[in-house]
C-alpha cells in the first residue's frame, strides 16, 4: 500500500501528497513477483501467519511489461536440513486458494506526480492463511513465475520452550529518545555541582552517561574530558582543575589524572591519538592541569615535561602522541605559536621521541622508542576527503610548517593501531592507557557537515573492529578494557530522506521544502546501493535520494543536503563588508538550496553542544561488569580506576611528596599570589 | 573563572559576549564562602588533590558588602565515624599555606552587559596542595568565616583495590549520539525488509533498539507496533500484517500477535492501557490486523471480538481496555463515528465489562470484571494540565458524546495501578501482559511541545516507579518482566538555556536570539529551584531561565522558549483566506518569539518521527539478560516470547485450525477477491 498514493491519499493517515520520496511499488517486492513475508522474515515457533504471493504486471513506467500477470505461479517451501521443496498447500495440508486479481496503480517519482502520470500495475495473486511453523530452522520459499524466480530466506527462531516469568508488563513511552530523556531527567531532578540528587525511575537501569558539568547542563569537551580522566566534574573550558576566580589560568586546584595514577603506581605508559590538533581539550585533559583549554603552547609542553612546571607530580611524558597541531610545534620562526617560544619538534627529539610526519613514516617508526607524530598544521582531514575526494587535502598544511600539501595523512586506524604497537612493547607487561580521539564527528558536526562527521563516526567504528581483531590475534584481548564512548552530543537527528533531484528543479523556498519525504515517504537508505568499496563505508556519498538531516538548534544556514564535494561546510560567514561581527547564511555553501534562519546567537558561525546522554561501551576484556548500569561521566574514571586496580587502602588524609624531577621554570607556586 | 567574563573574554575559546545565561559569580560557589573541590566530590582513594578556599566580597550588584573578605576564615576536614574535625593543615600535617587577594568582575545578566555595570568582587583565598585522602568514607569540608559557613561533602569510593586488566584503550567519538550512530548505520550497512545484513562493531555489544521499517528508514507507530507485538518488521500504517497491494485493508497476509500467542497457549489475560485514543496505533496494534491504522471503528471491535471477523484466530476480548477516543464507542447519533454505526458503549456492556468514564469511576471499578475506561472524546490530556492548568481541561470532551468538561480525567499512573489489580484478579495465576502508553510524549513532540512532553515523560517515569512499588509490596515483582521502551523517536534536543525575560524586552528577531546562552551559559536547570511540590516534577514550569529546544526538522513556527499556559501548542496554521492548503507559521503560538521558517514540506504543520535508535530498559523480574545486547524491535518480541514460554517445538508446518466461534459479518475470506 505504500505504492499505491492515488488509492490511499483519501484514507492514509500518514501519507500526505506534495512529499515524497524514493517512491516503491511495494515496498516488500523489489522484482515483480512478491512472497509475504518477506525475505529476513524472523518467527516464532509456532506462531500463525498468513502467507501471499502477488505477480505484477505494470502497463507502462519503467518496469512495463507487455504480458498480463502470470496465473499460473507456484510457491515451494523447503526446510534446510529437510525434505527437499513442496508445494505450499501440500506442505500446510492445505486447499489450494483461489486465484485473486486486482489493479493498483503508483507514482514512480515526484515529477510522475507533478505531471499526473500514475503507473497501473495488473496483479496475480493467491493466500494461504492461518498457517503456522513449528520446526525451528532455517526455510526457504521459492515463488516461480513466467517472468522469474523470487527467493524468500525465513527463519523460525531456536529459542528455550520453558516459561520463565507469569506476566509483562511493556512501557511504552511514544517516540521517547534517550535526549528527551536527559532533558526531563534535568526538568524534574536537583543537581548540586553536577551530581544528581535525585533520580529517574528509569535511571535504576542502564542508561547512556550523562554528561552534564558542574555549574552548566551543556558541557564542553574540555571539562568532560575532566570528567572522565579524573572523575571530577568541572566547568568548561577546565582541564584537571576546579575553576577558581583567581587570575592566572594554572593555579586553579588540580585533581590527579588517571593516566598520572596510573603511571605513578604501575609505571604504565600512556599513549593519546586524535584526529584533531593535539592540543584540544579531549588530548590535552590527560596531561593539563589548567582552568583554560585554550593555553595550547603550555599543553603541548606538559605531554613531555607532565605538570612539572606547575608544582605536581613528576610523571614521565606521554610515550605516544599522535595527532594535528602542528602550529604548538614548530617555532615563531615558521609561524608557529608555541610554549615559551621554544620549537616543540625538538624539545621531543632531545627527550628521545622519535618523529612521523606522514602515514608512511608513521608505520615505520621503531616499536621501541617513545613516538611523536603530528601530521598536519592543525586537525587532521576527515575520512571523507581522504578516501573520496583527495582533491580537497591540498591546504597547503604540511606539519613543517612549509606551507606544502599533506597528501599522505593517516586516519585514526592508522595511528591508533601503531600507537598499540609502541605501547605493548614499552610498556613491558606493566600496562597501558591508550586514548583515541574521532574528534572530526564533533568539528563537522559543529559546521553542520554530516556527511563527514558521519563519515568519521564509521571510521571510528572501524577503528574499534581493527582494535579487537590485533588483540584477539595477539592473545591480548583478555587483559585490555576497550572502552567507546563520547564527551557530549549535538542535537542531530534524521527526519526523512530528499529527492535532491527535484529539489534543485524548483524554483522557490517553499517549492523546494516539497523534495522532503516523510514516514514510508522516507525510503531506504540509498547510500548502500551498489558495491561498497571499503566495507562499512557507503558505496555512494552522493546519491539521488539522501537524508534530510538536521540539528535542532543552528546558525543561519543553506540547505540542499547534498555532499559537499569542494570540502568541509560553511554554514555562516561574517560579513565584514557589513561593519558587524554577526554570521549570516553562506549563499554558496548550497547554492541550489533553501534557506534557514538561525536559532542560535547571531555571533554564532556554528551549531553547538547539546544535553542528551551519550553512549558508553565496554567492548571487551575484563570488567565489563563494570560499566552496566546508571552512570555520570565519571563513573567511566571510576570504573576503569577500579579495573586497573588503582584505588588504594590507607587510614588517613596524607600530603603528597613533591616529584623528584620537579622544575620551575614556568608557572609555579608563586603564581597564584596576584592582587 | 565562567564569573569573569570581563577578564576572559579575551582568551576563552567558548565563552562569547552577546550571548549569555543564568550569569555565576563563580559555578561551584553559590554563596560567598566557596570550598573547591565542591560540595558532591567524589574521589578514589589515593588520588592527589588541591584544595583552595575563597571568600568573595562583592563591592555593587546584589550581592554587595561592606565589608572587604574576611582574612581569618578557617576550613576543617572530618570523615564520618572518625575522630572530630581536624584543620587542614593539621590533617594533611602541611603548612599553613599563604594568604592569596585577587579582584575579579562579572556580569549578574544580559541587561548588565548591555548597561556596562560590572560586579566587582574582592577576594582572599589559601590552597592546599597535592593532598591525598586514602580511607574510603564519607567526609565533611566545612569553612568558617565571618559571613558565615559552607560545607562540602566529599565521597572517597571504597571500591576493590586488586588489578584486573593490564590495559585500557578508551575510543572518544567527540559529539557521538545514538541519533548518529542510526544514521551512520543507515549510511554503512545494507537493510533488507528491515533486517540489517551487516552491523556495526558497535552494535556488537549493548545498544538501543533500531526502529526502522520495512521499507523505510523512518517508521510510523503502526509498523513499529507490528514489530513489537508479532516480531515481523512492517510498513508504515500497516498493524499486524504484512501489507500487499490489495484494495481491502483487511485482506493482507496477517502474523499472530503476543498478545493472542499468550492467551491461545495459557489463557492469559490481556490489558491495554493508553493515554492516547484508545483506537490509536500502539494500542491498536495489540488486537488488530488490518494495513490502515485508520480503520478505527474496526481497530475498536477487535479489541471485543479480535480479528474473529477476518479469519483468525478466537481470542476473547482484551480484560483491560483504558484510553481516551470516545468517539469511536458512542453511536452517530451523538456525533460518534463507530464500527458499523454500532453503540460500543452497549457492546462492551452487553460482554460483561464494566464501565468508568472519570477517575473516580475508574478506582471504584470492580477488580473481577472485564473492564473498559474510556475518558475523552480524543487523547487524554497531559500531566501539565491536568496539575499545574486545570483552566486547559475545559474543552468539552467528556466521553459520553454530550460535550460536557472532562474535568476528573485519570492519568497514565491511575489507569495503570488499577489494571494491574484488574489483570491479577482476573488472570487466577495464569499470567497476564499489560501495555501502558504514554502517548503524548509522541503526540507533544509533534507539535513541538516541549514542556507538555516531557511532562508526560517524567509522568511515564513516575508510574514505573509506583508500578514497581506495588508490585514490589504484593510478591509478584519476580514473576514479572517490566519493560519500558520507546516505538520511534523525534530528533528533539536542547542545546542552551534561553533568558526569557531578555528575549522579550529586545525589538528584532536577530536581536532576540542575543537571549540565547550556550556552555558555560547556559547555567544550570532552573525548572527545579523551589520546592518541588511532586516528586520528579518541576517546582517551576515558567522561569525566567528556559531550555532552548529543537527538533532537527521542523515546519514554519516561532520560539519564545516559554511554556504554553494556554493550552497545548500549534506552531502552524492553515491560512484558509489564501486558499492553499499550505501550512504557515502561528504568529499567536509565540507572540513574543521570533520566526523560524520549516525545513519540512509546507503540508507540514508539525513534526515527524526520525531515524534514531531508542533505549529499551527490561527493568525487573526475571529475563532481564535477555534484553542486553543488539536490538532491532522485532527482538522486544522475541525476548518477551522466549520469556513467556511461547515458543514451541515441533516437526513441521502446519495449517491453524479455524477459531470456533468465528463469525462472517464483516470483512471475511471473500473480501480480497477484488479486481
Known amino acids: 500500500m505504500v505504492a499505491s498514493s492515488l488509492l490511499l491519499a483519501a484514507t492514509a493517515l500518514l501519507l500526505r501528497t506534495g512529499s515524497a520520496q524514493t517512491f516503491r511499488r511495494l515496498g516488500t517486492c523489489p522484482t515483480l ?40 505461479f507456484t510457491l515451494t517451501i523447503e526446510k534446510e536440513g529437510g525434505r527437499r521443496a513442496a508445494d505450499v498447500s501440500n506442505y500446510f495440508r492445505t486447499e489450494e486458494p ?48 513466467s517472468g522469474g524466480e523470487t527467493v524468500a530466506s525465513w527463519l523460525v527462531r531456536d529459542m528455550d520452550t520453558s516459561r520463565k516469568a507469569k506476566n509483562v508488563i511493556l512501557f511504552i513511552g511514544d517516540g521517547m529518545t534517550t535526549n528527551m530523556i536527559t532533558a526531563a531527567r534535568h526538568l ?59 587570575k592566572s589560568p594554572f593555579d586553579d586546584p588540580k585533581v590527579e589524572l588517571i593516566s598520572e595514577i596510573f603511571s605513578r603506581k604501575y609505571g604504565a605508559k600512556i599513549g593519546v591519538v586524535s584526529t584533531a590538533y593535539i592540543a ?39 610515550d605516544v602522541l599522535f595527532g594535528g597541531g602542528a602550529e604548538q610545534f614548530y617555532p615563531p620562526s615558521l609561524g608557529g605559536v608555541t610554549y615559551q617560544d621554544k620549537d616543540y619538534y625538538a624539545e621531543f627529539a632531545e627527550k628521545g621521541y622519535s618523529l612521523a610526519q606522514n602515514k608512511t613514516s608513521l608505520q615505520s617508526l621503531p616499536n621501541d622508542k617513545k613516538a611523536l607524530g603530528i601530521f598536519t598544521v592543525n586537525n587532521l582531514p576527515v575520512w571523507l576527503d581522504r578516501n573520496v575526494y583527495p582533491e580537497n587535502l591540498k591546504l597547503g ?55 563527514r562527521a558521519l563519515g568519521d563516526l564509521l571510521e571510528l567504528d572501524d577503528t574499534v573492529k581493527a582494535t579487537i581483531e590485533k588483540l584477539k590475534k595477539d592473545g591480548t584481548l583478555k587483559d585490555t578494557l576497550i572502552l567507546v564512548t563520547a564527551d557530549h552530543g549535538h542535537g542531530f537527528d534524521v527526519a526523512g530522506g530528499v529527492d535532491t533531484l527535484y529539489l534543485e528543479k524548483q524554483e522557490g523556498d517553499r517549492e523546494k521544502r516539497g523534495a522532503i519525504g516523510t514516514y514510508q515517504e522516507s525510503g531506504l537508505s540509498q547510500y548502500v546501493v551498489g558495491e561498497q568499496k571499503t566495507e562499512g563505508f557507503p558505496a555512494d556519498w552522493d546519491p539521488r535520494y539522501t537524508f534530510h538531516s538536521g540539528l535542532a538548534t543552528f546558525p543561519d544556514h543553506r540547505e540542499n543536503y547534498k555532499v559537499h564535494k569542494e570540502g568541509p561546510r560553511t554554514p555562516a560567514i561574517n560579513l565584514k563588508l557589513l561593519g558587524s561581527s554577526d554570521y549570516y547564511v553562506n549563499y554558496k555553501d548550497a547554492v541550489t538550496g533553501f534557506v534557514v534562519n538561525g536559532t542560535l546567537p547571531i555571533g554564532e558561525s556554528q551549531g553547538v553542544h547539546s544535553l542528551t546522554d551519550v553512549p558508553v561501551y565496554a567492548l ?38 613533591w616529584g623528584k624531577g620537579r622544575r620551575k621554570n614556568g608557572w609555579g607556586d608563586d603564581d597564584w599570589m596576584v592582587w
Chains 1, 2 share one sequence.
Not at 552517561?209 to 580522566?229: P, V
Not at 592507557?433 to 556527511?451: C, G, N, P, R, T
Not at 560499566?627 to 587502602?649: R, T, W, Y
Request: with cysteine; charged share 20%; hydrophobic share 35%.
Open 33 to 72: 513477483g512478491c512472497i509475504l513475508p518477506p525475505d529476513q522474515a524472523d518467527f516464532l515457533s509456532g506462531q500463525y501467519f498468513d502467507i501471499r504471493v502477488e505477480i505484477h504486471a505494470p502497463l507502462n513506467g519503467s518496469e512495463a511489461t507487455n504480458s498480463p500477470p502470470d496465473e499460473k
Open 98 to 145: 483461489k486465484l485473486e486479481k486486482w489493479q493498483f496503480s503508483w507514482y514512480e517519482d515526484l515529477f510522475a506526480q507533478d505531471a499526473k502520470t500514475p503507473t497501473i500495475v495488473n496483479v496475480t495473486s493467491k493466500a494461504w492463511r492461518y498457517v503456522q511453523l513449528t520446526d525451528p530452522g532455517e526455510y526457504t520459499a521459492t515463488l516461480t513465475w
Open 188 to 246: 524534574g531532578h536537583k543537581s548540586i555541582n553536577g551530581i544528581f540528587q535525585s533520580r529517574l525511575a528509569l535511571d535504576k537501569f542502564p542508561v547512556p552517561t550523562l554528561t552534564h558539568s558542574i555549574d552548566s547542563f551543556i558541557t564542553d569537551s574540555a571539562n568532560s574530558a575532566s570528567a572522565l580522566y579524573s572523575g571530577h566534574k568541572s566547568s568548561a573550558n577546565a582541564l584537571g582543575v576546579y575553576a577558581d576566580s583567581s
Open 280 to 318: 584540544d581539550a579531549t588530548p590535552g585533559g590527560l596531561s593539563a592541569h589548567t582552568r583554560l583549554r585554550s593555553e595550547y603552547g603550555a599543553v603541548v609542553d606538559s605531554y613531555l615535561n607532565s605538570v612539572a612546571n606547575y608544582t605536581w607530580t613528576d610523571i614521565e611524558g606521554v
Open 397 to 451: 598544511n604540511s606539519p613543517d610548517g612549509l606551507k606544502t600539501d599533506q597528501l599522505d595523512p593517516p586516519g585514526l586506524k592508522d595511528m591508533t593501531l601503531k600507537a598499540i604497537d609502541i605501547l605493548q612493547t614499552r610498556s613491558e607487561g606493566k600496562g597501558y592507557f591508550l586514548m583515541s580521539e574521532a574528534a572530526s564527528i564533533d568539528k563537522q558536526m559543529h559546521s553542520m557537515d554530516y556527511d
Open 620 to 657: 571487551s576484556g575484563p570488567c565489563q561488569d563494570l560499566f552496566s548500569g546508571s552512570f555520570n561521566n565519571i563513573d567511566i574514571f571510576f570504573g576503569m580506576a577500579e579495573c586497573l586496580g588503582l584505588s588504594e587502602k590507607g587510614t588517613r588524609g596524607r600530603r603528597g611528596r
